[in-house]
């Protein structure tokens, strides 16, 4: 017989064989530990079998456990099957002494009975929801709401409930509720403000306009400066309720069309008669006519003005302009007074911002009417800003955008 | 000579009721005024206005009722009502109750009467 014993060199061959497909499975078995496989596919009789390495569910298990909610199965007997680490901290039980534990005995004595007719509730109606307190592990009784609900496993049915901690929740509305009572008051407050302000006025004007009729010229002048220091008490009183609605989003906006010359005329012959410069119009555009809050619009305007008077000098000239161009409306307040140092002028919309110079006593005024006017202009859609130059003057101006059909001929 | 043309206000405070009867009365307006809508609805079963002036929160009577049962009946329908109110949402509540226009408090004279000129005009 002749010897089938392998010869040297074919030995040399079978281990150096060996050898690599030893180190291939040493670097599966490394890239397996790094994470970098997550599954086999390997080749049976022709077939491919895949092999995976994770467990399907392994995802949806870290997802209950991280969750914040709390998660509990419980089995038919009542007995928690699992519980995450959120409904242990809301029970205030460790983890390991929650599994195998009686669901029952987790939950406070005071509540126990509510929860027995939840769990029953849940076995016979397939769900039921609930709101009980739990310890939690900040001191205090936790509000939390149980959604129960029965699950068909491999083993029999169970139980799963959720526990949703509502301390967030109750926060928010409690906040909400708080926020409701303040607005409340502010626009009982506005309206109880501005009812005996009304009786001023209205008196006031009746005797102005008896004093012109008698041609008692002097009288009637004195009775216009009240007036005009009436409309200043009106105007912060409406600053203070627009801030307010402005912090809740709710400054109420009524759009409609108007013609914007026709705003500024009679904002103009009503700022005119107090002013101590000169209002001059040097550009219109009559006839345009725009889509937005006439109101609204005309307290930019008329902010704009009061500014211009507020920190310019006596005699100067305040100069309005309404110029539109390729489709956007520009009106601009000109005015030849102090000034806003370069630093300010960013700040100069925001909410309680007055300019400060050296003589910042003299200006009055609660820094609330050009961040309401800011707020005004974005809500149609357009554009607020200031030019100025500190010793030289400003010019505060808005663009909004005007569409084809808004602009009509003075003739039409 | 024309008959003085009748407006009807109603509000809950007297002295805002006087100032607009005496700022109407400059132009030879005939005002009726009421402090509750019990008495609105008495006047008007008697004669008809041309024109209420009528504000919106009142002791004992909320003006959007009132303009909304105004404007569902046949008789005063036609009858133009301007709310007279401090009310911020004015300009709101105006078009939910189909009234014909406001005037938000305070008001300017010649605004009340230039705004009482121009809606008894439209109705006549």
Known sequence: MISQEPTYEQLVTRVSELTAKLQESSEIIDSIRRGEVDAFIVQNNGKNEIYTLRSADKAYRLFIEKMNQGAVTIGANGVVLYANSSFA???DFPLEQVLGQLFINLVPQSHRRQVIQLIDAAWQNQESRGEISLPGTGGGAVPVSLYLNQLELDGGTALSIIATDMSLQR???????????????????????????????????????????????????????????????????????????????????????????????????????????????????????????????????????????????????????????????????????????????????????????????????????????????????????VESEEGKGSEFYFELPVHPAEIKSASA | MHEPRKIFVADD?????????????TRGYHVETSSNADELFLCLKEDLPELILMDIWMAGA???????????????????????????????????????????????????????????????
Not at chain 1, 219 to 228: E, Q, R, S, Y
Not at chain 1, 354 to 378: D, F, M, P, W
Not at chain 2, 13 to 25: A, F, G, N, S, V
Not at chain 2, 76 to 90: D, E, L, M
Request: proline letters at 2%; aromatic letters at 6%.
């Open chain 1, 171 to 385: 926060e928010a509305q409690e906040q909400k509720r708080e926020m409701e009572k303040k607005d409340e008051f502010i626009t009982i407050a506005s309206h109880e403000l501005k009812t005996p302000v009304t009786s001023i006025k209205g008196y006031i004007q009746l005797l102005q306009f008896g004093f012109q009729q008698e041609g008692n010229m002097h009288a009637a002048t004195l009775l216009g400066k009240v007036d005009a220091q009436i409309n200043k008490l009106t105007v912060l009183i409406s600053e203070l309720l627009d801030t307010r609605k402005i912090e809740n989003g709710q400054l109420p906006f009524h759009f409609d069309h108007f013609d914007l010359c026709l705003l500024l005329d009679e904002i103009v012959e009503e700022t005119g008669r107090v002013l101590k410069q000169r209002l001059v119009v040097e550009e219109r555009r009559p006839g345009l006519i725009l889509y937005g809050d006439r109101n609204k619009i005309g307290q930019v305007i008329t902010n704009f003005i009061d500014n211009a008077g507020k920190y310019s000098a006596r005699d100067t000239e305040i100069i309005v302009r309404i110029r539109e161009a390729d489709g956007i409306l520009a009106l601009s307040v000109k005015d030849f007074g102090i000034g806003i140092p370069k630093e300010q002028q960013t700040k100069i919309f925001d909410r309680f911002f007055r300019v400060t110079g050296k003589k910042e006593n003299t200006y009055s005024g609660l820094g609330l009417g050009l961040y309401i006017s800011a707020e005004i202009i974005r809500r149609h859609q357009g554009k607020i800003g």
């Open chain 2, 13 to 25: 405070d007297p002295d805002i009721l006087e100032i607009i009867r005496l700022i109407l009365q």
């Open chain 1, 89 to 91: 901290s809301l029970a």
């Open chain 2, 62 to 124: 909320d003006g959007r009722d009132i303009c909304s049962r105004l404007k569902k009946n046949l008789l005063t329908a036609g009858i133009p009502v301007v709310f007279v109110s401090a009310n911020s949402h004015i300009a709101a509540i105006t078009e939910t109750c189909h009234a014909d226009g406001f005037i938000a408090k305070p008001f300017e004279m010649k605004i009340l009467l230039q705004t009482v000129q121009d809606h008894l005009r439209a109705a006549s």
